[in-house]
C-alpha cells in the first residue's frame, strides 16, 4: 500500500499550494482560480525547484509556499 503525507498545504486567497510525499515520490499540487497543476518528483527539493515554474502561481503564494515548507522541514529535522 501507498500511503500519501501531507507534508505542507500552503492556502491563500490566490490558491493553494501542497507538497505530498509518497514511499517513493513527492507530488506537487497547485491550484488557483481557473487553473491547476500537478506533478511528480523525485524530491522535496526537486519539487520546490520546480514550482519556480508554475507560471499561473502568483509570486506571492509562491513565496508563501517556499516558507511554509521552510518552516516544516526546521521541524522535521527538529523532531
Known sequence: MNVIRHFSDTR????????LLSQT???LMAEGPGWSHESHHASLHDA???????TQLPQS???EALDDLERRLMLERAA
Open 12 to 19: 491563500t486567497g490566490e490558491g493553494r499550494v501542497r507538497f
Open 25 to 27: 515520490r513527492v507530488i
Open 48 to 54: 520546490a525547484t520546480f514550482l519556480a515554474v508554475v
Open 61 to 63: 503564494l509562491y513565496q
